[in-house]
């Protein structure tokens, strides 16, 4: 198995990556806190998990990927009342547009997907155990980490307790503390809040409890990689370390890895910047999904993506460039005595390969599928192809997009539209029009021409016959 780099948040450095078990990655996701629809920024976060999954299984590891889905916090109480709805009802539109998203854009379903709401009993047990162990204190009905008591609190994040001087206030909270720096775990419930019974009285679980209660049920106490958004890291990421190894007395996870924000035009997305965007604001405007999970995949995880329509309007014109030349290959005969692409797509592989292992580079993989692309474009004007170089390209191409998932054109047809996926019912579809013009029959022709146009093909009479594509 190749030897893999990430970049740890832990240590704040790339180096080589070791699963506990060889050959296999257990790695958990914050998932969406479902209070409204992901923004791009939220799906950003959510690509690059996904990139991360096929990446790994790209190289040959068994990946087991656990996103939680927060459906009890201060955002989803604040908003269900504020709808007059009950928790579950209030959040289950928002789970069920989380996935449509997940769906929009091609990313692969992690093997779990466990609700907070879900694994009560789960958190107060790792709370009682806290309480027990001296780390954590009751007061007034809610119960808090003791950060006093946590000697390398800070660790991930580099943020040093001892700047922060007593009576600051870290975190605004109306609840009584020992310490300002102290944190939730479990939070009394106030007069018509959602709450569960608990030994210290009606409540619900503090948000970074959740993640640490419900990876380590899945995922064990020690696991491999864990993975968020660069804003998650303080404070949220930092206390999931300080509960869980103070409970278990264990590193929790071993790797951590960060996505950066993702901005818009240059400047941080906000409502009230008017530059904030939905997936389903952005499907509206006839954006396409396809040129969106490219757009997301093409800056480093470890970069602010700079969100652009333009950018986006580049990130399809990339994509016609590759559907054009799988549309050429697929035209071409294969004329020469000998293959002329067996050392190209070796080495095209491996270097995808080198760039999967280092660091999670998609970027590079997508330098190389261009380089690739251009070399066999290259081939096929030369009339170069040989036997079997077609189905070594396609192969090629399959394998990167695995990774990828973006360059096969048919796998991305709307389900209404499947059969203009279907590149041997078009090819049946022009062939019958030429026979209709042929034998002259023009209003079965344009017919033929117009039902084509209505899948997005468009014919091009050339004087070697006609030609089709994609628009
Ligand atoms: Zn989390």
């Known amino acids: 198995m190749r030897a893999v780099t990430f970049y740890n948040t832990l240590g704040r450095r790339l180096g080589p990556f070791e699963p506990l078990e060889l050959g296999k990655v257990r790695f958990y996701t914050c998932g969406p806190t479902v209070y409204n629809h992901a923004h791009i920024g939220n799906l950003r976060t959510f690509l690059f998990e ?16 656990v996103m939680n889905v927060t459906d009890v916090d201060d955002k989803t109480i604040r908003e269900a009342a504020a709808a007059g709805l009950s928790l579950d009802d209030y959040t289950a539109p928002y789970i069920d547009s989380f996935f449509e998203d997940l769906d929009t854009l091609h990313i692969e379903r992690a093997e779990e997907y466990p609700r907070a709401t879900h694994h009560i009993p789960e958190m107060i047990a790792m709370v009682e155990s806290l309480v027990a162990k001296g780390y954590a204190y009751v007061a007034d009905g809610s119960v808090f980490f003791r950060i006093a008591e946590d000697d390398d609190y800070g660790r991930l994040s580099g943020f040093d307790l001892a700047e922060v001087r007593q009576g600051e206030r870290v975190a605004s909270d109306e609840y009584d503390k ?47 990689i864990h ?25 929790f996870a071993r790797y951590w890895l960060h996505a950066e924000h993702l901005i818009v035009d240059g400047e941080k997305m906000s409502k009230s910047a008017g530059n904030f965007y939905t997936l389903k604001e952005l499907l509206a405007q006839g954006v396409e999904p396809r040129a969106m999970r490219y757009l997301l995949s093409s800056t480093h995880y470890r970069k602010k993506l700079n969100f652009t329509l333009e950018g986006l309007a580049d990130a399809s014109a990339a994509l016609r460039r590759l559907d054009e030349m799988r549309f050429r290959l697929d035209h071409a005969r294969e004329e020469a005595a000998e293959p002329s692409l067996v050392a190209a797509t070796g080495e095209a592989l491996e270097r995808f390969t080198e760039a999967v292992a280092d660091d999670l580079n998609v970027a590079g993989c997508l330098g190389t599928v261009f380089g690739f692309s ?78 084509l146009a209505a899948l997005g093909i468009a014919i091009e009479d050339t004087p070697q016959g006609p030609r089709w594509k994609r628009q």
């Open 50 to 65: 996904d990139l991360l999954r096929r990446g790994l299984r790209f190289l040959g590891y068994e990946v087991t990927q």
């Open 178 to 224: 020992e310490d300002v720096r102290d944190f939730v775990l479990w939070k009394g419930a106030k007069p018509e809040e959602p709450s569960w019974d608990s030994p210290w009285g009606p409540g619900r679980p503090g948000w970074h409890l959740e993640c640490s209660a419900m990876s380590m049920r899945y995922l064990g106490e020690t696991f491999d």
């Open 227 to 251: 993975t968020g958004g660069v804003d998650n890291i303080f404070p949220h990421h930092e206390n999931e370390i300080a509960q869980s190894e103070s409970t278990t007395g264990k590193p």
């Open 374 to 451: 251009k070399k066999v474009n290259v081939a096929i004007e030369a009339g170069e192809l040989g036997p079997g170089d077609r189905e070594r390209v396609h192969r090629l191409l399959a394998r990167f997009d695995e990774l990828l998932g973006v360059l096969d054109p048919a796998a991305w047809q709307p389900a209404e539209t499947g059969e203009a996926g279907d590149d041997a019912a078009i090819d049946a579809l022009v062939a019958e029009r030429q026979q209709a013009r042929e034998s002259r029959d023009f209003v079965r022709a344009d017919e033929i021409r117009d039902e």
